[in-house]
């Protein structure tokens, strides 16, 4: 008698059963997670429209009407480009203010990078003490644009103020800086130029990223210490410099703190340090004059995004990028 083998039975494919069942609870999960996201984002998305959004769309509708704070918006004067118009061909305050400002930035913005990458090289050794001389530096930073930096700055250059203090020690005669017009600005940008440290600490980082054998391959090829530091140090620092300089220069343009202390808000003395932001301040909330105020925002936002495009656009020629390999 022949034995046969009878097959196993195939079970049941039960997966395919619950398959469904399983995308469905899958897609429940990453709808959960997304729904997760957008509550943990909400309060920036509430912060960027209430704060950021809507005011920056707000005025950008004022700059068309002749409104101040006092008119109910449902009330404003719709002017069209009225208030550009005055702006660009009726308003020697506004060209006034503009001259200043690109007087301070086109001075202060180089000395400070100056300032900054001359530091980070002396303090870019393996000195005794050197991480204390770095804090030192940086300190001025810290303190930012804050009006108590700005009070003692202005008591400083006083005529009974400390600096002429020191000047007498050489025998030289004093002036009130601060309040003489040929020389109230230029206190403003030895205040910006002190305060180096954040750039200087960039600078640092930056240097410590340069690969010793460029410095050691330029020694052997004869080069000192000039020719290695307009050969190996400027282009491989070259990012970092592009960096500084975009965001010096946007903070350049944007000082309004220390020349608001230092007139008491009026640009003193004689328009001398009228910056743009100040004159933007006195139109909109001494003079009440918003809507010419807000045009002379957007203009502003405008110029400083073509300043930074034309950055952009030029880096290329200069900015070098190095790959992982430091070539």
């Known amino acids: 008698m022949a034995l046969t083998t009878a097959p196993n039975p195939t079970p049941p494919a039960r997966s395919s059963a619950r398959t469904p069942a399983k995308a469905r609870g899958s897609g429940r999960m990453r709808h959960g997670e997304g729904l997760a996201g957008y509550v943990f984002l909400s309060p920036w998305l509430i912060g960027l429209m ?28 719709w002017v069209g480009l009225a208030n550009y118009e005055r702006m ?21 913005v180089p000395l400070k990078l100056a300032a900054a990458l001359g ?5 870019n050794r393996a000195w005794r003490g050197v991480g204390l001389f770095r804090g030192l530096f940086y300190l001025p930073s810290l303190l930012g644009g804050s009006v108590a930096l700005a009070i003692v700055w202005v008591s400083m250059f006083n ?26 600005l230029e206190t403003l940008m030895v205040l910006a130029i002190w305060q180096f440290g954040a750039p200087m600490v960039i600078f640092l980082a930056g240097l410590k990223q340069v690969p010793t054998e460029l410095y050691e391959a330029a020694s052997v090829d004869g080069a000192g210490r000039i020719r290695q530091f307009v050969s190996v140090t400027l282009p491989m620092l070259s990012p970092v410099i592009f960096f500084n300089l975009v965001l010096e220069t946007i903070n350049g343009f944007q000082g309004f703190t220390a020349a608001f202390v230092l007139s008491n808000g009026t640009g003193g003395p004689v328009d001398a340090t009228l910056m743009y932001t100040l004159n933007l301040y006195i ?6 004059d918003m809507g010419y105020a807000s045009a002379m925002a957007w203009v502003f936002l405008i110029a400083i995004a073509l300043i930074t495009a034309l950055f952009f656009s030029t880096g290329r020629f200069w900015v070098h990028y190095s790959d992982g390999d430091g070539n």
Do not use: C
Request: charged content about 15%.
């Open 119 to 123: 530091v980070a090289l002396l303090l």
């Open 50 to 77: 209430a704060i950021t959004a809507i005011p920056m769309l707000l005025s950008l509708y004022l700059s068309f009407t002749n409104y101040d704070i006092l008119t109910d918006l449902s009330d404003v004067e």
């Open 159 to 184: 005529r009974d103020g400390a600096f002429n203090s020191l000047l007498s020690l050489f025998g030289i005669e004093g002036k009130p800086w601060v309040n003489d017009p040929g020389w109230a």
């Open 88 to 108: 660009f061909t009726a308003d020697p305050s506004y060209w006034h203010s503009v001259q200043v400002t690109l007087s301070f930035a086109l001075i202060a």
């Open 283 to 288: 139109t909109g909330f001494t003079e009440l």
